[in-house]
Nanobody
């Protein structure tokens, strides 16, 4: 089992940047595929970005490609989401999630992920 705690959310103007962090505790962090999801009011939770166990492979939603960067530091048991050129439509609660499956491909489906953090609010003003 792993516990996930997100931080780094806040209020930022359009065009600004934020860096989210997700600290993991419990089992060995490097065995998990990691993902970031977000959920805006009245909308379903959606995939944002994912990263392989080693960090060598990343996947992004089309809506954030070129603006967001996911990375991980297995020595620090932490995954990051660098968000640049933020837009009002990026406003949401952001969640990190861990997938303990044995396959190597990052999934965009939330039901695949076994563990979730509590979320951190990101608000982008226009």
């Amino acid at each position: 089992q792993v516990q996930l705690v997100e931080s780094g959310g806040g209020l930022v103007q359009a065009g600004g940047s934020l860096r989210l962090s997700c600290a993991a505790s419990g089992r060995t962090f490097s065995i998990y595929l990691m993902g970031w999801f977000r959920q805006a009011p009245g909308k379903e939770r959606e995939f944002v970005a994912g990263i392989s166990r080693s960090g060598g492979s990343t996947t992004y939603a089309d809506s954030v490609k070129g603006r967001f960067t996911i990375s991980r530091d297995n020595a620090k048991n932490t995954v990051y989401l660098q968000m640049n050129s933020l837009k009002p439509e990026d406003t949401a609660v952001y969640y990190c999630a861990a997938d303990s499956g044995s396959y190597s491909t990052v999934s965009k489906n939330s039901y695949v992920y076994d563990y979730w953090g509590q979320g951190t609010q990101v608000t982008v003003s226009s």
